[in-house]
């Protein structure tokens, strides 16, 4: 079967990327989950919490991307988002809580419109579900059975830190891992 993908497009997401020490926490704990219950596919990606989801775009026009990216952030003034202990998706996804707030949702609403106009991308939500911010710390390559072990133990530990959002940035898939290409600056 032939994929869809052309070999001069490439995988990008959009997301914040928390400073440390709250990056060096949450890389902490999938260290923790990668040791104690064999799941790495969190390692991936540096601890994010998602605001587009992986697309494809060509590689020559990137720059396209990123100008017109820069210009929307910048628009956008920054704010403050707090975690708060741990939830999941059952059957394989264990994350910490993000709460939402009146300045994360108009961000994420308003980069979804921005993205189906200006680069026809339509994908901004898994499955067209609503936005659920979160930071994951162990998925997709845990078994059902992990999973329980795992939520057993997880699901009263607590967690709680907070941050200023004061960037965004744009991650893009070297073929192994997704890596951060270019910080946009919030107002």
Known sequence: MESKVKESDKRYFIAIVPPPPVYDQVQELKYFFRDNYHTTAALNSPPHITLHMPFEWSERKESILCDKLEVFFAAMKGFHLQLLNFSCFAPKTIFIHVAKTKELEKLENELHRFCKKEFNLFNARYKDLPFHPHLTVA??????????????EFSNKKFSSDFYVDKIVLLKHNGKIWEPLRDFLLN
């Open 139 to 152: 998925f997709r390559d845990m078994s059902k059975t992990t999973f329980a072990e795992a939520w057993k």
